[in-house]
């Protein structure tokens, strides 16, 4: 298998019983078994991988640099000062052939035919190959100056926001591609023949515990099918029962019917019977009603009788009612200075109140501002922090660069052949 598609090992579904003791080995086994997929190599030995790592980090490190170029040229006014005048006449040159082929793409955006949509195309082709040619013209000089390189970096950061935008939607992608290339390259160098042999065999294993394991899904399948057979025989059934029942109610149904209906009949025959006796029962209540109304005349002339003496008792008791209303209105007259006394009072704390209130709501925006005012603080230490973060790694990217540069420096020096002593013998001879 190669490094970038590993494939995870499939666990095994088949039912297994294991006891608490012996889960901690089990995990021991899987971390094993996963170091399988690991290399064991951690470091990159020989020159010549060395050298293709070398070239792939070079690679990466120059579409890094492509992306900083969009937000350095829109601040390149600010940063003329401390360049080289080669390197700013290079930019510039580069600024202007990107904005004439800009002006040349949005002006052919109608798409002509004919000989001026020719004479466009070989005029464009033409301003392609000036770009490419400027653009590996800026990468040389920035290469061979490595402090420009560091104050384009530092320049970059300060204009974040519009090279979050550029690199995003252009660039990003292929530096992300080149990191996952660069990941499964370092992998496939570390990883030794004999290695990669041990990883297809412990694949091939784990595909044919795959299709052990797809065998036992299989034959559960079945017993899963058997057993909602199962159910929907038991399922019939119940419906059968069911139906029966239903057919029983109906026939109480009809039975509560025919009770209720013989029970209205013995009703009927019932109140006929009772109407009857009601009859002799009329004409008793009307005997009772005379006796009943001369007592209720008696019992009239004894209640004029009692009403006179109440109508006396009445008059006597309004009387007093009138001298406890004046005795009433003294005692209120008295209890309403007290209130508007106690209200004048009020009025005067609330008053009182209300200047607290303005006091407090003074107090309350003021508080606000200051809790605003920690809050920016806060952000601002915290935009300082991601600052300084970013900043210490771009110093430590421009580091290693810089190391990898004088090695492949040292090794070029150290490489080529001392001319001038070869020569000084042939003269002397």
Not at 122 to 146: D, G, I, M, T
Not at 373 to 383: D, G, I, N, V, Y
Request: hydrophobic residues 35%.
């Amino acid at each position: 298998m190669s490094a970038g598609g590993t494939t995870l090992p499939v666990e095994d579904v088949s039912p297994q019983i294991i006891c608490p003791g012996s889960q901690p080995k089990v995990k021991a086994l899987r971390e094993d078994s996963l170091k399988i997929l690991d290399p064991s190599k951690k470091k990159l030995s020989s020159l010549e991988t060395q050298r293709i790592a070398g070239v792939l980090e070079d690679c990466i490190g120059r579409v890094e640099t492509v992306a900083l170029l969009p937000a350095v040229l829109a601040h390149l006014d600010d940063m003329s000062r401390r360049l080289g005048e080669e390197l700013i006449v290079a930019l510039k040159e580069h600024r202007h052939l990107g904005e004439k082929l800009e002006c040349l793409e949005t002006c052919s955006a109608g798409g002509l035919e004919g000989p001026v949509g020719e004479a466009e195309a070989r005029e464009r082709a033409h301003l392609e190959k000036s770009f490419q040619s400027s653009l590996r013209n800026v990468l040389r000089l920035l290469r061979a100056q490595p402090a420009a390189m560091r104050l384009l970096k530092g320049q970059a950061g300060a204009v974040e926001g519009h090279l979050k935008a550029e690199r995003g939607s252009k660039l990003q992608g292929i530096v992300g591609a080149l990191r996952e290339l660069q990941g499964v390259l370092l992998e496939k160098l570390l990883t030794s023949p004999a290695e990669e042999r041990e990883r297809i065999r412990y694949m091939r294993e784990v595909t044919l515990r795959h299709g052990n394991n797809l065998e036992v899904v299989a034959t559960l399948e079945t017993e899963v099918a058997a057993a909602i057979k199962d159910r929907d025989t038991e399922i019939s059934e119940k419906n059968d029962v069911i139906r029966k029942l239903k057919s029983s109610l109906h026939q109480m149904e009809k039975i509560h019917e025919d009770f209720v209906l013989r029970t209205q009949q013995d009703a009927d025959k019932h109140t006929q019977s009772d109407a009857k006796n009601s009859e002799g029962k009329r004409t008793r209540m009307k005997q009772e009603t005379h006796h009943l109304k001369f007592q209720l005349n008696s019992l009239i002339t004894e209640n004029r009788e009692g009403e006179t003496a109440l109508r006396k008792k009445k008059y006597k008791v309004e009387t007093e009612i009138e001298n406890w209303i004046q005795k009433y209105d003294a005692d209120m007259g008295g209890k309403q200075l007290e209130l508007e006394e106690m209200t004048a009072i009020y009025e005067e704390e609330e008053a009182e109140l209300k200047e607290l209130e303005e006091a407090y709501s003074v107090l309350e925006l003021e508080f606000s501002q200051i809790k605003e005012e920690r809050r920016l603080a806060h952000e601002k230490m915290e935009r300082e922090a991601k600052e300084l973060e970013q900043q210490s790694k771009a110093a430590t990217i421009i580091q290693a660069w810089y190391r990898g540069f004088r090695v492949r420096k040292a090794m070029k020096a150290k490489g080529k052949p001392k001319k001038g002593k070869k020569g000084k013998g042939k003269k002397g001879k």
